[in-house]
């Protein structure tokens, strides 16, 4: 069984689970782990670490149209070397102020790998699901795709202040809470872009009509050898945490006019299938642990 069909099974069996956090009167709750081997590529700095493993749960909250509250982690290690908890807890702290939250904690283990286990807690009156798309809406997306994407290919090519940069993303609470009062589905993009189409396409009982151009973060456009790659970082590699979502026709403009980062309109609610192009995307994404 893969990750996605344990998750599966898991939202057939917890009634709070199967969007990116559990909403439990007005309250948002979301964990996530994160391993040196699969999420931290060699050259990330523990402040990075520190300010991306806060940032991934901060983005569930933002994807639930939250306001963040306090993050917690977990901070696993064979060693404990001082100036490495410090940076980390800097990270941590700092993305937690970008977004007016509080880092305030957690615990310290013994651990063959680096991991890091973050929990986050929000608040909401009006939390946004991943199933209520309707055909006729449009769907949007926050921000650029295939930041994370271009950052690995940085990392890779030794080039690691900028891949540092690139993997300290700033969470959307703000825009999550903004699209809140109008977004009818919505789900952060950290699986990819074409794979939350789907998700939320079966959460929704829907389908997606995608049209090009995508909104694709500038970066990529230098580091992706051709076309092939560049659509591989944008659609299909994931981890860049932007908001995907469906608001209706009449709510787009005011929407936009209201958020403080971009929203593109990259297609159309339709009754079944997701397409890009008019062909078939096919459902590939990221997958914890390959």
Known sequence: MDERAALGRLADRLSAAGDDAAVVDGLVLTTDMLHEQTDFPP?????????????????????????AVAAVAVYGAPTFEW??????????????DAVDGE?????????????????VLGRTSEPVYRSGASPGEAVCVTGTLGRSGAALR???????????????FTPRVAAGRTLSGAATAMMDSS???????????????CGFAVESPLPVDETVEE??????????????????????????????????????????????????????DGEPLADRGYTHGQ
């Open 223 to 276: 580091v992706a050898a051709d076309s092939q790659e560049r659509r591989e970082l944008s659609t299909f590699f994931g981890e860049d945490f932007e908001l995907v979502c469906t608001i209706p026709e009449d709510s787009l403009t005011e929407v936009r006019s209201s958020l403080s980062v971009p929203l593109t309109r990259i297609g159309t609610v339709t009754e079944s299938g997701v397409t890009l």
């Open 83 to 96: 100036p490495e908890i410090a940076a980390f807890v800097d990270g941590a702290c700092d993305v937690c």
């Open 191 to 205: 699986d990819g872009l074409a794979r939350s189409l789907h998700q939320l396409a079966e959460a929704s009982d």
């Open 154 to 168: 940085l990392f890779e090519a030794g080039e690691t202040e900028r891949a540092n940069d690139l993997f300290r």
């Open 43 to 67: 050259g990330t700095t523990r402040y990075t670490a520190g300010w991306r493993a806060i940032g991934a749960s901060l983005s569930d909250v933002a994807a639930m149209g939250g306001a």
């Open 103 to 119: 880092y305030v904690g957690g615990d310290l283990d013994g651990h063959e790998e680096f991991t890091v286990a973050s929990t």
